[in-house]
């Protein structure tokens, strides 16, 4: 095996086991960013968020009493955080992405909700399980940390006290 195959391999399974073990992994991927639209239409400012939530369409409720009691608990507030609605194309036809847009404007009024068409954002990421909470730096997007899965009080808390001690380190 020549040199640059070796560098091949051992980068690709660097990428691999860092995949595998993202708690654990110091390596930082830059987070593919698109142009995302809110349920209005404004275009996101993804150097306004450090934190991401990404749903989709049959896992999209998060307990508002854990995520309130998550939030005050680690002082976040609801302007530092990104929701994300990760749409599939199936569902991504100019009738649906009118219902669908209208139906986020009626559940949520107050908070922006960017819509994913295609799952762009998703497939980009690596965002297989939904929820996904990404947290990233604001200026360059580099991921730091993310969670998935059924969220509870107790794996929130471990994730949020776990990022605070590595954006201090």
């Keep these: 095996m020549n040199n640059k195959m070796f560098v091949k391999y051992f980068y690709l399974m660097l990428v691999v ?21 809110d349920q209005y239409n404004n275009p996101i400012n993804w150097n306004k968020y450090n934190i991401i939530a990404v749903g989709n369409k049959k896992n999209h409720k998060i307990d508002n009493d854990l995520l309130s009691y998550v939030l005050t608990k680690f002082r976040i507030f609801n302007n ?30 107050k908070h922006p909700v960017y819509i994913d068409w295609h799952q762009k954002f998703a497939y980009a990421n690596n965002v297989t399980i939904f929820p996904t909470i990404i947290i990233k730096t604001k200026l360059n997007n580099l991921e730091l940390n993310r969670i998935s899965g059924i969220l509870t009080k107790e794996k929130l808390e471990h994730f949020f006290k776990k990022v605070q001690l590595d954006t201090k380190n």
Excluded: M, V
């Excluded at 599939?88 to 949520?108: A, C, D, H, V």
């Design 80 to 109: 530092d955080i990104c929701i994300i609605a990760s749409i599939p194309s199936w569902f991504s036809t100019y009738g649906s992405k009118i219902l669908l847009r209208n139906s986020i404007k009626f559940i949520e009024k």
């Design 17 to 37: 086991y860092a995949n595998k073990n993202s708690y654990d992994c110091y390596c930082r991927k830059t987070i593919y960013t698109p142009n995302l639209l």
